[in-house]
């Protein structure tokens, strides 16, 4: 089985930008305004770290923007290569999306809360270029749109992989105690953790290394 890819959430500067990519990382997320979790940025700090991550590596913006024409503006802003949509699309289409960001790529995040999360997943893969299944709640009153530390039903995440035909990123709760399990039981494209590989809200090396040794295993 190929490895999956491994993205670094929540880098808060160029250092962790630069430490997750020696480690292995295919991916950083940055993080901008959130009703909650952590590892917000500002819109000149994910622009700044973007600019200087060589390519291939991905740079994920993670907007929370549910308009179609401000999730448009909030990538101009930053200048990733990939978004990152941790809410539902509310207003506007992908299409739309697509035709003013040519060549950036589109994620959709799905919150896994239940079955009714296949269907979702489902309707939204043709639109998209990848599925990142999380644990977060947009259902509360402060909206959790990711960083939970927390896993969720895998069984589910393993089925919507089985049937969607397109990348899918599993997220949430991984750390190197778990991730062989969770590549075992969802086989997923590839892995997406902020809090499993830091201590005390920083970039830990002892945790990267174990984390990517336990992916390797």
Not at 100 to 118: D, F, Y
Not at 136 to 165: D, F, M, Q, Y
Request: hydrophobic share 40%; proline share 6%; glycine share 8%.
């Amino acid at each position: 089985m190929t490895l999956p890819r491994v993205k670094i959430c929540c880098i808060s500067s160029l250092e962790e930008a630069r430490l997750a990519v020696q480690f292995g990382a295919s991916a950083l997320g940055l993080v901008g305004p959130m009703p909650s979790g952590p590892g917000v940025i500002s819109d000149d700090l994910i622009f700044e770290i973007a600019r200087q991550v060589p390519p291939p590596i991905g740079t994920f913006l993670l907007t929370s923007e549910t308009d179609a024409q401000a999730i448009i503006q909030h990538q101009k802003k930053a200048n990733t290569n990939t978004v990152q949509i941790v809410d539902a699309l509310e207003s506007g289409t992908y299409a739309e999306i697509r035709q003013a960001l040519a060549g950036v790529k589109l994620v959709q995040v799905i919150h896994v809360t239940g079955e009714e999360s296949l269907d979702e997943a489902q309707r939204i893969a043709p639109e998209v270029d990848a599925i990142l299944l999380d644990s977060g709640n947009p259902n509360l009153a402060v909206k959790e749109l990711g960083g939970t530390g927390r896993t969720h039903n895998w069984a589910v995440s393993r089925r919507i992989v089985e049937s969607v035909g397109i990348p899918v990123f599993l997220a949430g709760g991984l750390k190197p105690e778990n991730v062989r399990e969770a590549i075992e039981s969802v086989q997923p494209f590839g892995l997406d953790l902020c809090s499993g590989v830091r201590t005390e809200g920083k970039l830990d090396p002892f945790k990267l290394e174990k984390f990517f040794a336990a992916v390797a295993k």
